[in-house]
């Protein structure tokens, strides 16, 4: 037998080739020369999970600041798979990628944000791991079988918020994932080069941007703290506030009033003070906010001026973004969440343009994001991998 011109020295070097050789079935890679397969080495780190696979200690700091590619082992193992994840306040979005990137089951959960679930970081974690899971399972799948995740889910509004969330879900089995806001995969969904701005407004609003070179900035998303208006609680309290001091405080009539009182059957004051219990229903909330347009549309002015102001706080989200990120014009911006895409006139979309306008001029074009978020974390988890499936 010929003499090879290089020996493994090692049993965990000849295993650790011999894994590698069956996952490419090339002739064996020890059989390059010693400064072959130094510089080979050097180069597969890059590409080969079965080299660059990270260690349970590295740092998820880095891992969200860097936005590293948590892979698994994809190159070696072909019973691998991938997962994407749009986590809401109401609803919760999956997606499982099979070896190739290609989507292969879906599933629609509960709400996942740990600033509402009982148990915090950790009860989020419970929450999304019990569903993916299941999720997994139907497909033959475990938990150690994800070679990476992305997931965007609300309440991550710090780099904190997404380690914590992050490593609560590595403690749970979930060893590689990228944590961060929701808000981002409408850039990635809504965008075609995902660089730009995506204005979310569902139950609550944020703003968020990528640039081409991969950072990121999120402005809102923290309620009163930092004065967001125009979200689903936001236009559901302030209907209730307006009926309120028009009543007890003798504040300028609304339209809102009479349609209220209809909808619940209220008659006399006192029945619409104990009517504000059905602010904690959903479905009530829900029809809250398409009286609000509603009124909108026919001209009621109270609702214009709450229009106008949230009209207002979006271009100053939108214009905050774009200086932070130094986006050039013309700066793409995707109107995503059930507001702006399902809910809103045309007319709320036109008063957003003017306030644009007025502070930068044509810098700016908006567009309504006709596709769902989680495609945004579907095409995100593609490209980390390197997945040639939908790229």
């Excluded at 809401?88 to 944000?113: C, F, P, Q, W």
């Excluded at 929450?127 to 990476?148: H, K, P, R």
Aim: hydrophobic share 40%.
């Amino acid at each position: 037998m010929k003499r090879l011109p290089y020996r493994p020295r090692s049993r965990a070097t000849v295993k650790l080739r011999c894994a590698h050789l069956r996952a490419t079935r090339s002739r064996p890679i020890w059989t390059k020369p010693r400064r072959v397969w130094k510089r080979f080495c050097c180069k597969t780190a890059l590409f080969c999970p079965a080299f660059s696979k990270p260690s349970p200690s590295l740092s998820t700091s880095r891992i969200v600041a860097e936005n590293i590619p948590l892979q698994g082992t994809a190159f070696m193992d072909e019973k691998c798979c991938y997962l994407a994840v749009d986590g809401g306040n109401s609803k919760t979005e999956y997606r499982l990628l099979n070896a190739s990137g290609a989507v292969i089951a879906a599933h629609r959960g509960g709400a996942s944000n740990h600033e509402t679930l009982p148990g915090g970081f950790v009860g989020a974690a419970d929450v999304l791991i019990d569903a993916i899971e299941g999720l997994l399972d139907t497909q033959g799948y475990a938990l150690s079988d994800v070679a990476d995740a992305v997931l965007g889910l609300a309440g991550a509004d710090y780099d904190e918020q997404a380690l914590a969330l992050q490593q609560s879900l590595y403690d749970k089995g979930l060893k590689h994932s990228f944590v961060c806001n929701d808000g981002y995969l409408g850039v990635m969904a809504g965008i075609e080069n995902g660089v730009g701005i995506c204005y979310s407004a569902g139950s609550g609003v944020t703003c968020t941007g990528m640039n081409a070179e991969g950072e990121r900035v999120q402005f809102g998303g923290i309620g009163v703290l930092s004065g967001d208006v125009g979200g689903g609680f936001d236009i559901a309290a302030f209907v209730y506030r307006s009926v309120y001091q028009h009543l007890f405080f003798g504040k300028a009539y609304t339209a809102l009033k009479d349609a209220y009182f209809t909808l619940f059957d209220v008659r006399t004051p006192e029945a619409f003070l104990a009517s504000a219990a059905h602010l904690q229903n959903e479905e009530a909330a829900r029809m809250l906010i398409g009286l609000f347009f509603t009124a909108v549309e026919t001209g009621d002015e109270v609702a214009l001026r709450y229009t106008a102001l949230a009209a207002s706080h979006a271009a100053d989200c939108i214009v905050a973004v774009s200086d932070a990120l130094g986006l050039k014009p013309t700066v793409p911006v995707a109107l995503s969440g059930s507001i702006m895409t399902a809910v809103a006139p045309p007319a709320y979309r036109r008063m957003i343009e003017y306030e644009l306008y007025r502070r930068k001029g044509k810098y700016f074009v908006l567009r309504v994001n006709d596709r769902p978020p989680v495609d945004g974390a579907v095409r995100w988890v593609r490209q980390r991998n390197q997945l040639a499936f939908g790229i």
